[in-house]
């Protein structure tokens, strides 16, 4: 079984810029998850996907970042414009089921200077 | 300038010695908890996992305890070998079915 797959690996961008994360996730699996982890701490929920509907996008800045999911697939992440506490891993996961069975994908180092 | 996160607490034991990582969780109504590791570089990789309804899970040379009572819980790694050196994190799946993640311990294994 291929594993979640994310692209580009590292990305470094200069503050006010824009950025975009590409995620494809296990084959059919329904709930997607973007995640960002900031060095030395623990990933934190950005955005929940069902299918292409958003379940939760309450801890996404809705300033400066969006998402979408469109035919409940592939999914992109946005950030306009970048600021420098933006600097993370950001990690897309996806599940079966939600909650359960979740598979990281090894992420998009994002610095930005 | 430098980004500032958090310093992770470090574990650090003797190659063939026990490990033990804990875990304190927030929420009392989470019904599910997963131990994940994270190599540098990597995205968290799943150990064990455990429901609300057991106070135990074994898999192979890792051990998961739950205690409710005081929101704790803890792995265990028997005769940690190098390729264990990682970070560790617990979650919790809580209130809409999301994982939420601990602020993870670094677990350092020394030849």
């Known amino acids: 079984e291929a594993g979640v797959a994310q692209s580009p690996r590292y990305k470094i961008i200069e503050k006010r810029q824009s950025v975009a994360f590409w995620c494809n996730p296990i084959s059919g699996h329904a709930t997607l998850y973007w995640y960002q982890q900031i060095l030395g701490q623990g990933p934190k929920l950005l955005i929940q996907?069902?299918?292409?509907?958003?379940?939760?996008d309450s801890q996404l800045p809705k300033d400066r970042f969006s998402a979408e999911r469109l035919k409940g697939v592939d999914s992109t992440l946005k950030i306009q414009p970048a600021k420098l506490e933006d600097s993370a891993v950001y990690l897309c996961?996806?599940?079966?089921?939600?909650?359960?069975?979740?598979?990281f994908g090894s992420g998009t180092r994002l610095t930005v200077v | 300038g430098e980004s500032v996160g958090l310093h992770l607490p470090t574990l650090s034991v003797q190659e063939g010695d026990n490990s033990i990582i804990n875990c304190a969780y927030s929420?009392?109504?989470?019904?599910?908890f997963i131990w994940y590791k994270q190599e540098s570089g990597k995205g968290p990789q799943f150990i064990i996992d455990?429901?609300?309804?057991?106070d135990k899970r074994q898999g192979q040379r890792v051990t998961v305890l739950l205690n409710k009572t005081v929101k704790h819980l803890s792995l265990q790694i028997a005769a940690t070998q190098p390729g264990d050196s990682a970070v560790y994190f617990c979650a919790e799946n809580g209130a809409g079915n999301m994982l939420t993640f601990g602020g993870g311990t670094r677990l350092m294994v020394k030849p």
């Open positions: 929420n009392s109504a989470s019904d599910y």
């Open positions: 996961a996806s599940s079966a089921y939600r909650g359960y069975g979740y598979t």
């Open positions: 455990i429901r609300s309804n057991m």
């Open positions: 996907f069902q299918n292409n509907g958003v379940v939760d």
